[in-house]
């Protein structure tokens, strides 16, 4: 399964965004579900309402209500995971949803990402293993 970060959701949407080919074409090449925190589609919820109001936020709902995109519970217990991983790179600094995509990576041992956030190639799952970034 592949983690999606907010950014390739809302260049997928928005066709006006530059990153917007780069994203489909990358999408073309993952298996469907794509999985993300309710953080990182909050976040996506928001920019994309911003750009497109409605009909924007619509199809990203579509992305749920068609089982493209699952949006993960995380339990209490990653709390303090995920404030123990925003304090460890606060010189970035690390934002909520960043935490909880790493955060779930570690919980379901995974370490491929859609993400066009620099900071992945940065974050290092269980302090030491990285990211796989997609698109490369």
Known sequence: MTLVDAGPLVALIDAGEPDHQRCVAALGSLRLP????????????????RAGGWVAQRAL???????DLDVATQPAEANE???TLME?????????ADATLVALAEER??????TLDADFGIYRLH??????????
């Open 34 to 49: 794509l999985l993300t925190t309710w953080s990182a589609f909050t976040e996506t919820m928001y920019l994309v309402g």
């Open 61 to 67: 709902w579509q992305l749920v209500l068609n089982e």
């Open 81 to 83: 995971r995920i404030a």
């Open 88 to 96: 460890r790179y606060a010189d970035r600094p690390m934002d909520l």
């Open 109 to 114: 041992d995974l370490k491929r990402i859609f």
């Open 127 to 136: 302090g030491r293993r990285s990211f796989e970034l997609l698109p490369g």
